[in-house]
């Protein structure tokens, strides 16, 4: 199994710019989550899904973002604009039941310029 | 409310001590808990979970937890270090949040193990 896929592994854009971020969970998981992690911040889940479904979307921490999961093997996650403070990695996870063991991709590191 | 505290940012060991990461946490009904480590650059890795049965709880690397349910602790556990073991702890929870179940992730405990 290829384990949860990210992409890009890293960005670096500049303020104002939109930027994508995309996952393909592991085949078969029913629950997919996105997750912020920075120095000051620690790990903090944004947002997820089960069945393709969005079920809590509390830890999005403003209108600038939006995820979308429009098939159980692709997720996106939105930044636009983008800003400074939202330089982070961003990682996304996926696990058979939304309580269950969650398997972590690598990461995509945002910087935004 | 529902939580999980790691409350020590930061634990040194020499290399062949054993080590002990600390977690507790504050949850209603059965706990389920977990133990992922993130190495630097990398996503969290699963080490092991607790859901029922046997209070040692044996996992990736060598690791073991010991739940206890009168202390709500599930601390992470190892007889003998090793400098490869050096990186992040989160220890998780499942938890109620605002529209169903989730894990509830600690702020993480950075393992130092010197040689």
């Known amino acids: 199994d290829a384990g949860v896929i990210q992409s890009p592994r890293h960005e670096v854009t500049e303020m104002g710019q939109e930027v994508t971020l995309r996952c393909k969970p592991i085949?078969?998981?029913?629950?997919l989550f996105w997750y912020r992690q920075t120095m000051m911040r620690g790990l903090e889940l944004l947002i997820y899904?089960?069945?393709?479904?969005?079920?809590?979307d509390s830890g999005m921490p403003e209108d600038r973002f939006s995820a979308k999961m429009p098939n159980a093997s692709f997720s996106t996650l939105k930044i636009q604009p983008s800003e400074p403070r939202d330089s982070a990695v961003y990682f996304c996870?996926?696990?058979?039941?939304?309580?269950?063991?969650?398997?972590f991709g690598p990461g995509t590191r945002l910087t935004v310029l | 409310a529902q939580s999980v505290a790691q409350p020590e940012d930061q634990v040194n060991v020499a290399e062949g001590n054993p080590l002990t990461v600390k977690c507790t946490y504050s949850v209603s009904g059965n706990p389920y808990l977990f133990w992922y480590v993130q190495y630097p650059n990398r996503g969290l890795q699963f080490l092991l979970k607790y859901i029922t049965g046997d209070n040692l709880v044996k996992g990736s690397y060598g690791f073991e937890a010991e739940f206890n349910k009168s202390q709500t602790s599930f601390h992470l556990k190892k007889p003998s270090a090793l400098v490869s073991d050096s990186a992040l702890y989160f220890c998780?929870?499942?938890?109620?949040?605002?529209?169903?179940?989730?894990?509830?992730f600690g702020k993480g405990t950075t393992l130092s193990v010197s040689s």
């Open positions: 996870a996926s696990s058979l039941a939304r309580w269950d063991t969650q398997y």
């Open positions: 998780a929870v499942r938890g109620f949040r605002q529209a169903g179940t989730a894990l509830i």
């Open positions: 085949s078969g998981h029913n629950s």
């Open positions: 899904f089960n069945n393709n479904v969005p079920i809590d």
